[in-house]
Each structure stands twice: as C-alpha cells, then as structure tokens.
C-alpha cells in the first residue's frame, strides 16, 4: 500500500487521515507531526472511547517531533464496521493496525494502547516483534497473565464481572442506550464535555455500539489465545484505583518480560490519560526515547 490510500483532510482544530486498506474497510485516524516520518506512534484506544481520547497526547507526541497515527479501530470508523461478531476477532484487529501502518509506509513503530487497545497492542508486540520498537500499555497487564487472573485471582473476578454481562445480545446495547445514553455517559465521568460530544458522535450511529461490543462476544478475555514472552522494550502503567483491573495480573505480568520492561504504579482510575494526564505523557515520552 501507499499514501494513494490515504485521503487526508482537517475537521474543526483536528487533522485526519481515511486510511483505506483490505476488505473495502476505511479506517478513519486522528494524525499529527505527519512531517516527522522517522519516528512513528501508533495509539490504540480502548472501549467505550475512540481515538479522541489521545487528542492531548497527539499533540504532546507531534511536537516532539513524532509522528503520530491513532485510528478509529473497527467498528468505531463508520467506513470499518462490519456486522458479524466474528469480523471483532482479535487476529483481525491486529491485522488492521499491521494495513494501517502498511498503508502510512511505516514498517517500525512505537506502540501506545489503552484498555482493548492495549489487549491488541500487547498480541501485536509477541507476533509483529520486529515492527514495534517500543510498546506502553496503559492500564491492561499482559494477556495471559490478565487470563489467568480472571479465573484465579477473587478480586480480579469482582473487577470482571461485567465482561459476561457485555457478552450477551442485545441487553448490553440497551443498558447503554437508555435515557439518552446515561449509562453510558457514567463511564465517561472523567472526561470532559467536548470529549463525551465527540464520543456520543460515534456511539449514536448506526450499529457502532453493537460493534464496540462485539469485540468483547467474538474474544473470551478469559481464555485467549497464549501470547507467551515479550522482547519488544515495554512500559506498563497501572492505577491502583482501577476499577476493572486488578494488581495481581499486573504484578504477574513482569515474568514475561524478556526486554526491558517497567511498571509504574499511579494514584490514579482506569482512565490515566484523563485523570493524570502529565504524569502519563511524562512517561511515555521517556520510554519513547530511551
């Protein structure tokens, strides 16, 4: 692929890219420092967000002299939201990230995820080992020691309550739809106004919160696939506030580190970027660099 599938264009103080790859998916990506094509960042968002959540961090990142690319992932691009559960598999997931990179002309990158964005970051750190210089994952441990946890560990099956729940047809959708999308809205606490409209923007359209939620019915969290050990340079960020996550598969996760490997614990919720912003983009700009 090259830069003839990538129509760029800018909305409001925001620069994009519809980035068009296999299987007629269009992939709409929030963009920065585009001159800056030596040092590439690719950050995956998690759920219920979209590439919105990384709006600060772009801008942190490009004038840092960083590329960066955050896309929109499937089923939040409109131009990328197919309708069997199946099409949410995590190998497709990945792949998209791989055709994304593929089409900006990007062989090597760091990698940023948070939440699912992490969960697929960390499955393409063990399988694209040689394309991702550094990986952060904030929030979410390593994918089979977060397996592990949620059958094993008592307080990590609490967190995970919900994951079955979300799970299910139809009920979800619902839950989140009524009264104007309170329930919704309650997850999004931590963001600010032009965030949630931004958010809302997506979620209200046709068949994207059934989509978002697909990922979570086409992937069992707690019986993945085995990703093994991590020789791809990482940092992890965990806040002990977590309300889905819980220490122990965090602490686990450092026995497959087999690069260098740091854990920082913060006094901070599940949502890092948006509670301690400068902490969080402190750190990742020194892992970047070293």
């Known amino acids: ?37 030596n040092k590439t960042v690719i950050l995956l968002h998690g759920f219920p967000e979209t590439s919105r959540m990384w709006k600060g961090l772009i801008e942190t990142l490009s004038s840092s002299n960083y590329r960066v690319i955050a896309p929109d992932q499937r089923g939040y691009s409109k131009g990328a939201r197919p309708l ?46 040689d394309r991702v210089i550094t990986f952060t994952s904030l929030s979410l441990p390593h994918s089979d020691a977060f397996s592990y946890a949620i059958i094993n560990d008592e307080t990590q099956k609490k967190k995970s309550y919900y994951i079955k729940l979300f799970r299910l ?9 009524i009264f104007n999308y309170k329930n919704l809205r309650n997850l999004w606490s931590r963001s600010n106004k032009n965030e949630i409209e931004s958010y809302l923007g997506v979620f209200s359209q046709t068949n994207a919160l059934k989509s978002a939620l697909n990922w979570y019915r086409a992937n069992d969290l707690s019986n993945t696939k085995k990703i093994g050990n991590i020789f791809v340079s990482t940092l992890m960020i965990y806040g002990i506030k977590d309300m889905s996550i819980g220490e122990e598969a965090v602490d686990e996760t450092e026995k497959y580190m087999k690069g260098p490997y740091s854990l920082i614990k913060i006094k901070a919720s599940h949502w890092l970027i948006q509670d301690s912003f400068e902490i969080v983009s402190k750190e990742i700009l020194n892992h970047l660099r070293s």
């Open 1 to 37: 692929m090259s830069a003839q599938n990538i129509s760029f264009y800018q909305k409001n103080d925001e620069n994009y890219a519809d980035v068009y790859v296999n299987d007629d998916l269009i992939f709409t990506c929030r963009v920065g420092g585009l001159e800056n094509t």
């Open 84 to 129: 069997k559960v199946d099409d949410y598999k995590a190998s497709k997931l990945s792949q998209d990230i791989i055709n994304i990179a593929n089409a900006f002309s990007v062989d090597k990158f760091h990698l940023i995820g948070h939440d699912w964005g992490s969960s697929i970051g960390w499955a393409l750190t063990s399988k694209f080992k």
């Open 169 to 177: 047809k139809f009920l979800p959708e619902l839950y989140f739809k």
